[in-house]
């Protein structure tokens, strides 16, 4: 569980910092069948049809070749674009108490004894699936209590969760 969320971690963070210049995945489209298999070659590699004859007779004609399959591999850009603040749900697990805040890139918010510092928070371009990130640092004022930094994401929460015995907080979206 931690490995896979350092991978993602580790994917969101370079998609933040390359952002305005993202790289481009090349991913090959494999052949529906490879040479050698199917119907038998005729000349210049050609299935053969048997075509019956005016006297019953089959005759062998020789088809055209079907056209090339288009083997340019197709690009998808690994996209994320910055935003300026984070949408994010707090919920107080012992009162039942849920807060939704909107903190902006670089500033703090707090809820009950934590403080959330937004350190970026990033979404899918709208000809992409909907989806968003914030990297948040959370600090509780309880010296014994855990502390978080990483990635939160809005469609798979439970990839990265902040971990504490009273409080939640959940990405909902970005500003």
């Known amino acids: ?103 902006r890139v670089g500033q703090s918010a707090t809820f009950g004894s934590l403080t959330i510092t937004v350190k970026a928070c990033v979404v899918r371009p709208p000809d992409q699936p909907a989806d968003a990130a914030a990297f948040l640092d959370v600090t509780d004022s309880h010296p014994d209590a855990p502390a978080f930094n990483g990635w939160l994401l809005w469609h798979e929460p439970a990839v990265s969760m902040m971990e504490h015995p009273i409080y939640d907080i959940r990405v909902a979206g970005c500003t």
């Not at 994917?11 to 090349?26: D, F, H, K």
């Not at 007779?57 to 996209?79: C, E, G, K, S």
């Open 1 to 103: 569980m931690r490995r896979a969320w350092l991978a993602v971690a580790g994917m969101l963070l370079s998609a933040a910092a390359l952002a305005e210049n993202p790289p481009i995945q090349e991913q090959g489209v494999p052949p529906l069948q490879d040479e050698g298999q199917g119907q038998p070659p005729g000349q210049d590699g050609m299935p053969i049809e048997e075509v019956p004859s005016g006297d019953n007779a089959p005759v062998q004609q020789t088809l055209p070749a079907p056209p090339a399959p288009d083997m340019t591999p197709i690009q998808r850009a690994n996209v994320w674009v910055p935003a300026a603040g984070a949408k994010l749900q707090a919920l107080d697990k012992v009162n039942a108490q849920a807060t939704a805040m909107t903190v």
